[in-house]
């Protein structure tokens, strides 16, 4: 082979290498010029309303198409992370706010917000009157709700001919709390629900006493929930070794011969604002309505896997049946959470580490 | 291209010898401008508002954070477990290095290609695999590891030993084996000769994979996470709380600079060990034997190597078969049809797939039209200590993204990137320029050992000939570099894919990645959700093991015989 030839070989193939590469090189085309020109198709100058949410905010396609006929805003979304992603982003950007509203914001984030300052003002009409009570200071508007739950493989106990725990004190005993897998409530939202649930339920004093004595009978703390119910978790998908685990009131409904331990729930509501200083404060409100009309609220369970804040709303049969939210949860004070939140999770990891 | 018309201009003499002053400088100042952008930025930006309280600057952290015990506890954590992760990868992946790129057996490509795709799978997935192995009810459940600092480290090798195999293995294959040869048929023994002819030789490549690995297994997040968080948490994990959960930044601040001082370190005492090691090499054809039975030793822990990873992608494997309906394909009937219960609006796993191959291959030619440059630059001979010290430098800042926590890089962006340029960031255009950033040390590190490995004599040699600077490199040079660019390509494509940290951070809602969708399914109840995470998992596996396999061949055989020529 004489030099030539090998040259212009490796020239295209370099060549060649290159345009392969170059025609794969669409995604910014995707989503710049190609994704936008449907979008834009109709020229008539539409208003854009950009909504930050947590990251599994999916609602069906359908249901948006309408937000945007009814009300003639264009409908954006931004979702930088988890519930906690987002208020902190919120924070860090409120001396020049990028979003108009907020959708998604945790029971135990609702104060950090307001305190914060980032928030405006907020009177939604239509306010369903399971909400009314549960507004925020005038700024966060209930949107959901969900409990987080202990969740009991029925199965498991029917097995070994042993009593299902019913609360908070059965699961610090011996017998259960070597069976109970919870999440790190540093890490994860469900996990520092219950601790507050805990702090709530024994008090200032008592909570950590509680969290030794589970601990040391050998109550297990995985990071993340996912971890907790589907490794640890012995019903519903999981193949470990612990029938008793901290997860969701609606987790029941797909699991079916899992249950909930009632006296261990306590709520997690979703809550959606207006951004001080924001651009579209009006779209950002309507958005906030559609969220609270009967047919979004009808959505939530199938679609977005959490309870309607209207409690008119009927629920799905599964969910009727078999994910039904307690009746009487522990119910801490968000603003207290909000205060002592940081104190609690460091005397918690201060626990956790020293053992 | 006006490569033709630049090939015609004379050359300049220069200090620097090769007549590219100018081009070499623009090599140097494209990356740099990457870097500057989507990393010093942002990183900057959260560091000043650390280090500042109402416009003043305020360092009384420091003195708290420094004082307190537990911060050197997780500094010894950090250091002793990522010490052992680098360890035990370069112990575990040298020898099959050796095996995969030296000798040949059937299946080895598989084998090759297997060891890749750790690296790429979200490590939400990873820890439900390894902890399926090693949970009480698990099959590894017996010896007790679950959330234990040896799990940890465990998984660290995991990911980390395709870095050593192939960037050492690429070097290995290449090597010209006569000098071992003559070494060998003068009586020394074969670990001898090991020791002697070819770790040296070797050296660069193992100093490179090294300080890597070391620094991949320092800033490792989500594996410590899923795994447990033994003891005290890492530097790594302990920036995350204090960014994440207390959005505490003066206090970050300070891990952060320790981290920065741990990566400093590990750069600086790697490339003091490349700088002594570096030599010429003959570099010839990929050249491999059969594997035989004095090659047990090597081939022994090559098997382990593959049992340790292949147990937990096997175990993701089983489970990925396993859904509502008992065994079968539905979870993966289900990628193409539904984006999982909760999501009913989301994009399906199908649609992430395409949305991350695309972006990868944006990413990819971001990150070669950056690296390839860099990596000429960074393997010229410069005689000028100027121009070598400069070269020292760029070298060590290409790597700092590595060092550097992701979650102040995202939370970075909002505070840089996001208040300038508001519709940009918004959609999502940015995200494989930010993923070439976290590619770009691995590109570089793969493609410096093996340019470093030429010998300039030749380029001197084809200079005193009457060769222009552009045909030296294209002649000298270029072979060279074809070698090692389809396997810098595929890491490059890999990394892309499964990055997760900057993506979710600038993703677009409307444009989401595999590994995102994946995590976002394993995050929420629903009935086939776990399924079809653990389905859209082995698809996200199975499409990086075969662009890395496809890759490594995209080589043209004969079209660079350095070796033979000279």
Redesign the interface.
Known sequence: MSHTTARSRTAAFGLSALAVLALSACSVADQTGGGSSEEQGSDAPKKTVTIMTHDSFEPPKELLEKFTEETGYELKTTAPGDAGTVVNQLLLAKDSPTVDGVYGVEDHSTHTLVDGGVLADVTPEGLPESAKDRVVEGKMIPIDQGQVCVNVDHEWFEDKGMDEPQGLDDLTKPEYAELLVVTDPVTSSPGLAFLAATVEAEGEDGWQDWWTKALDGGTKVASSWSDAYYTDFSGGDGEGDFPLVLSYSSSPAYAPTTGNVEGTCTPQTEFAGVVEGAQNPEGAQAFIEFMLSEEFQEAFPESMYMYPIDESVELPEEWAENAQMAEDPITPDPKAVAEHREQWLKDFTALREDR | MSLPSVLQRRPRARPSGDGLGAWWLLAAVLPLTFLAVFFLWPVGAMFLRGVTADGALDLTAFGEVLGRERTWRILGHTLGMAAAGAALSLAVGLPAAFVLYRRTFPGRDALRAVVTVPFVLPT?VV??AF??LL????PLGFLGLD?TTTAVVLAMVFFNVSVVVRQVGGLWSVLDPRQAEAAASLGASPWRVFRTVTLPQLGPAIASAGSLVFLFCCSAFGIV?????P??GTLETEIW?Q?????DLRVAAVFSVLQLLVVLAAIGLSSAASARTVRALRIRDAYAVPLGRRDWAPALVTALAATLILLPLGSLLVRSFHSSEGWGLRNYRLLAES?G??????TTVLQALE?S???A??A??FT?LAGIPLALLLTRPFHSAAARRAQRWLDGAVMLPLGVSAVTV??GF??SL??EF?EL?????L??LAQAVVALPLVVRTLVPVLGAVDHRLREAAGTLGAGPWRVL??VD??VL?RA?GLA?GFAFAVSLGEFGAT??LA????QTLP?VVV?L??????EN??MALAGAVVLALVTATVMVVCER?R?R????TGGAW
């Open positions: 939400v820890g439900v902890r399926a949970a009480p009810g698990g959330q996470q899923t795994l447990g968080r003891g005290v709380v960014t994440s959960v207390y959005l984006s219960a909760g999501f009913a609006g989301g949305h191959v695309k972006i291959g944006d990819t030619v070669l995202g939370f909002v505070v996001q208040l508001r960031a918004q959609s999502g255009a995200v494989p294209l002649t270029g072979p074809l660019v390509a979710s951070f677009s809602p409307d444009y995102i976002k394993l995050g929420r109840p629903g009935a776990y399924g995209l043209p004969g079209a660079a015989g």
